[in-house]
């Protein structure tokens, strides 16, 4: 017969083991392939990593062998992921259960597998048609001196193209997020735009956006954690100033 204590002992065990399957059974090992045509990342490690404890947390790792890479990543909820060249980010990707394919090639970064990673990826290509007139600007006004114009009007014309083609960026991304506050894309693209910051601080843009921000924005780790330092960083700036009058 078995004994009371040995009973308890036994019973803990398995409820051990239950708790254990039924939290794994919330995750799902989601498999990332991946394929480069570039000859340069044969053999480099690549790294996936999802914000975490304040930084960006390696999940899984690979090398490119032959032009291909893969992850296994569990995932129990849709998260915003960043691609990783040693310590460089190379691209976003969307990781919500559905298989996911990564293309890197000379002209394009692009993944496929999801209608969030298809959602992100139209806002990218949007966004990359601005950043690419406005990276434009500085070739045509050399080519404009070369054709003999005023550089008056050079600079006043291409400032004014600069300051209608900032405000365009500016809107696509403000409405992006609007539009995307209660899943990962919204805080994914704030972190995206934020991290070319050169340290967190509240601009008008951001003040509006975090105004108009539903709780589920709010409270995303990196977008809250974001909004404290900006806050901390304002205060500092406005005890030097008090100091130095």
Known sequence: MISLKRFFVVMNFVAAIVASLVVAGCKKQLTVTGTTTLPALEGRMMSLRVYSDGEMTVVDSARVIHGRFAFDVPVDSAVMASLFLGDESVLPVVLDGSPVEIAITENEHRVTGSALNDTLYSFIRRKSVLDEQLA????????????????????????????VLSAQNDALVTSFIKDHMD?????????????????????????????????AFKNDAYVRDWVRMARENAEKINEEQGLAE
């Open 183 to 215: 899943d990962v894309l919204g805080p994914g693209v704030f972190m995206i735009a934020t991290s070319r910051l050169p340290y967190p601080y509240m601009t008008p843009q951001i003040e509006e956006l975090i105004t108009l921000a539903s709780d």
């Open 136 to 163: 434009e600007l500085p070739r045509r006004e050399s080519q404009m001196i070369l054709e003999g114009l005023d550089h008056d009007s050079i600079l006043a014309q291409l400032n004014s193209e600069a300051a």
